[in-house]
């Protein structure tokens, strides 16, 4: 059966998915919990998901993504999570589409030596169409743009300057880079979601007009609606 791995952030926005799959089970595996199921797709037979959480940080995102590459042989790796906004024309809530995804403090010419020139990741064309057609279905704002990953959360008017300056960046977080990268090793196509929780200042409206439970649902969502058009 085809096969779609899934990365979320939330343990409620994984569970919104389980509960939209049939013939679910869970697998306790590399420090885990992976819930597998299939789900019925639109205009073919059913897809096979396997949901985790992975995770904050580069490293649990790339061990996670290699992981499930391993174990479930996914056609697709799909990540959803929040970001913060780099874009003054962005919103909380709105959702930054991973175009391209960019390490912030990685000297590439190091890191990228099984393919040498790879300068950054890149989500699949085709899996951001199909983002597209379920973001504009759920009538949520999206833009595909630039994603800026590092391992610490970027919340000074410096950090914020040096990473828009370094990166030109639309949003800022911690595993995204990662999941692609992984992915790219691979040559598994990956998609990267990102919800804006925050503007990445010391404001943190993530806990003023950021609803996490609300995220949960529209991720899970966002994530089944894709699935459902491949
Ligand atoms: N995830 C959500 N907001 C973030 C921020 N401001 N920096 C890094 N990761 C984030």
Redesign the pocket.
Known sequence: MRTVAVIGALDEEVAGIASALHGVEHRDEAGLDIVHGALATRQGPDIAVAATVGGMGLVNAAATTQHLIDAFHPEAVIFS????SLNPALHINDVVLGGTLRYLDSDMRLIAQWKPGTEEFHSDPHLLDLADATLNDLDVIHIVGIIAS?N????TPERIDQVKRQTGADA???EGAAVAHVAARNDVPALVIRAL????DTEYE?FKEFDISAYADTAARITLGIVERM
């Open positions: 999570g929040i970001a913060g590092g610490t959360f970027v919340d800022v977080e911690m929780s925050d503007n990445a993530v």
